[in-house]
């Protein structure tokens, strides 16, 4: 399994899922920073990484999610490398299991960018502009948790959009998933069943409510394991036409 | 015969068609098996299934006498493989896209250079693939089809796309690879005269099925051809006809299958004795070309 999971790792040199990794935390950071210097009024540091954190699981996350596993499947469906790799003497379900590890190994790389990326955006602009301001304490632990909960949360999302590229040849069918997904979850941002649509999960991290937030993690969480067996299941057994 | 790939009955449905219907292969261990065929007629459906990427709808198919839908893993650990274009990551040098592969086989580095050695690509190694030529990708996919030493490589349309450099160094290569460690090569084609100057034996697909399977030798054999240039094709059609003789017309010339009970004197004494003007009357050798359309029944006989 670990040969596999290495195998993954060196297909993503030079790609552009690699590319896509650092620019999407870097996107939201950015962001924060201009935010930050066109502010005249004293903020605090939690409503700044609050600011962060909708961001990224409103937008950003389902986006890049979708982004990301299209593009780590199209690296083998536009070659047409499943003829090559799913012959070679190796359980076909460790095969998707070791794709499956390594984008939620990115996301969770995206996640702790984005930590670093958004107070980092932060102490920045204190530091070029002295009329930003900053106040109360930096919410290090209470960020952290956030975030961690919005990943565990977004499992289920990440399986999804995995299991849907992997299985389509063209790319349109997992795109307009992701894309109709974080529409929906936009708009439908209040709904009590937001706990248990996908795209939604992760926002519900930062619910006031921590039943709300614990339902929604669970359902993400354990709801994505379940999925991903599922996935394994049946591309295990898909045949390559 | 000792068999590397045999199949008994090998059928694969898509809905009602079936693009594989009851193929009975056995392709003998060393030397070149062409699998000869027009495109769709079901020769890279059924290599997927020697590869165990379809699973049969009926009938099983055997890699050294291992089944290899209950033994898959055992199956492909032996086989090498090239189905259609090459599948390269283009963002990744030659030899890392070797490195992929032989890090899931478990090979020692050492093998990445055997094998750009052998399809003489090492040169070219440090590249990305989205620079290589056709050519070069073609090679690159056969090399990482070496990679272990396979005792069976199973390529599908190798020379696709190759120049007529690349298609003679690719020819080269085949025929040199049952020599050199005892490879069985199972190599499908769409080109008569690329099977005919590869392989030893040659299964002949149409429609997804097969209509001959035997050694190159014993298929061109079979009963001689007489070449005819003759005034008055079609008269002198019809005459053969009526003497039992199946003719058909190719470019000027007549072609005419010739049972044993007939010699070329005696369809020389035929024609001239119906007032015919036989200009050139010569037996020939039947060619690949001869056998598949005959066998197809894509070139209808004049007379009849």
Redesign the interface.
Known sequence: MLTLIHVELAKLKRSLALLLCVAAPACVAALCFMMALRRDTPATWELFAVNGEVMWAYFMLPMTVTALTVLVAQMEHAPKAWNHLLALPVLRWKVFLAKALVVLGLVALMSVALYGGVFGAGLLAERLKPGVQLTGPIPLAHSARILAAMYAGALLMVVVQLWAALRFRSFVVPLILGIAGTFAAVAATAAEEGVFFPWLIPVNALAHDPERAAVALSVGFFGGLAALVAMLLHLGRHEVV | MATAIESTGLTKR?GARAAVDGVDLAAPRGGVYGFLGRNGAGKTTTI?LI?????PSAGEVRVFGEPVGAR???T??M?G?L??????????TGR?NL???R????LPKTEIDRVLEVVDLAGAAGR?VGGYSLGMRQRLGLA?ALLGGPRLLVLDEPTNGLDPDGIRDMRRLIRSLPEQGGVTVFVSSHLLAEVEQTADHVGLMHEGRLLAQTSLRELKGGPAELEIEVDEAERAAALLAQAGLSARREDAALRVRLPAEWTAAAVNRLLVGADLAVQRLAPRQRSLEDVYLDLTGARAPLNA
């Open positions: 898509f997927r590869l165990g990427l379809l699973r898959r893993l055992k492909a650990a086989i493989s189905v259609e274009t090459p599948a390269l990551y283009d963002h990744l890392e490195d992929l592969t890090r899931i086989l478990a990305r990482r």
